[in-house]
């Protein structure tokens, strides 16, 4: 018997600006699978549950002439992204029914695993080397911890932008206490665990974010110098509270541009992401103008990607990051769409200026169980 099997295709490359839903990416309901019977070739058959809309996903629908970290999505299928997803069947020991797994998986409900991502594996041999390999990331089966967090707290503190924050800031902000960080984006995802980190760390924190509602929810994570960067001027508050030993770049552009005006000398630089610019192109970027200072003030550029740093400081990260979650010394928020028709939708606003008012990690709920 055959079952309905909704997805959201890539369909046409946006060039540049946001996806627009039904447009570039659409839900489609006319796919169905046979769950009993669909061949598994020694891999096993898994049920969406949640989804995750990310700034990358923006990155990866890029022309085929620009290149960058990653590989680029392929039109025609299901869009990918961090996912948890529940085994219905198996034919891979190790991974049984009813196992819960975190990782990179395509928008569709069920699928038959090991997915091939965009099915343009990786050759080293033609794609530069500063490509990230997205079909590399295989699925991981999540402990259950026995009910002490709720699934969503994987797409946000104890999954992938947590471990970003971690990463980089472990690995690349030589943070000392009593210094001064300034984190823009800071209620994303990885901004509001970068927040909490820095405070645990006895840092005074600055963080902006585009929309009052996630000011206050950036000074309830504990900024001490929260704002609109849309109300008020990134310049005049850098004025005023830095200057900066660390600025935490998750937007590029302009901001990076004050950061650098505000830094104190032997500043960090930490290159988290450049948002501002996945959707515009290449001659639309902002020309910062003060690169002479990183020079003169001798700062530290740095940039990182969470899965190069991973298999140094990941061990670390799933030995404290439960703990402190647990013990609520690290909280975090997941702001849930329901339904995979929604996603388009859900994927656009991750790409808007104080998109998300809501605040909190957006998380796509496809099915319970
Ligand atoms: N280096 C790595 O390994 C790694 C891994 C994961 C993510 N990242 C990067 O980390 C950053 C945050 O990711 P996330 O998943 O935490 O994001 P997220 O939770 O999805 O939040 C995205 C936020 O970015 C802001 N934004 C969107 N368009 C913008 C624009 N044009 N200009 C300025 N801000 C804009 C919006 O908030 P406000 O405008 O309200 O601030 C939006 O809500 C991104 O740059 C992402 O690419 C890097």
Request: glycine fraction near 10%.
């Amino acid at each position: 018997m055959h079952t309905e099997n909704p997805r959201v295709v890539f369909k046409e490359r946006p060039g540049t600006g946001i996806p627009v839903p039904g447009e570039h990416v659409v839900f489609e309901r006319s796919h169905s699978i046979d769950l009993d019977g669909v061949p598994l070739n020694g891999g096993f058959l898994t049920k969406t549950l949640m989804l995750s809309p990310e700034p990358f996903m923006r990155e990866r629908m890029r022309d085929l002439c620009i290149p960058s970290y990653s590989t680029h999505a392929v039109l025609g299928d299901p869009l990918v992204s961090f996912g948890l997803v529940v085994v219905l069947r198996s034919e891979k020991e190790g991974i049984n029914p009813g196992d819960h797994l975190y990782g990179l998986t395509p928008w569709e409900v069920y699928t038959v695993q090991p997915y091939i991502h965009g099915r343009s594996k990786y050759d080293p041999a033609e794609a530069p080397d500063y490509t990230y390999d997205v079909d590399a990331l295989e699925l991981q089966i999540v402990p259950d911890p026995k009910g002490a967090f709720p699934w969503s707290r994987y797409f946000s503190v104890l999954g992938a932008p947590g471990l970003t924050a971690f990463c980089g800031f472990e690995g690349c902000a030589d943070a000392k206490a009593g210094e001064t960080i300034y984190v823009s984006s800071g209620a994303s995802a990885v901004g509001s665990v970068v927040i909490q980190l820095a405070k645990a760390k006895g840092l005074k924190v600055i963080a902006s974010a585009g929309a009052d509602s996630k000011v206050e929810y950036m000074r309830a994570l504990g900024a001490d110098v929260a704002f609109n960067y849309k109300t008020t001027p990134i310049v005049e508050v850098l004025r005023e509270h830095g200057p900066l030993d660390i600025y935490w770049d998750n937007v590029g552009g302009k901001t990076v541009e004050a950061a650098i005006e505000y830094s104190r000398v032997h500043a960090r630089l930490i290159m988290c992401g450049c948002i501002s610019e996945y959707a515009i192109g290449p001659e639309e970027r902002y020309g910062i103008k003060n690169t002479g200072l990183i020079f003169k003030k001798r700062l530290r550029v740095e940039g990182f990607l969470a899965p190069e740093l991973a298999p140094r400081l990941a061990p670390r990260f799933y030995a404290e990051m439960p703990v402190l979650v647990a013990e609520g010394k690290i909280t975090a928020k997941e702001h849930i769409t329901e339904g995979l028709e929604n996603g388009p939708a859900a994927m656009a606003a991750v790409l808007k200026e104080g998109g998300n008012e809501a605040a909190g990690k957006p998380v796509i709920l496809v099915a319970t169980e």
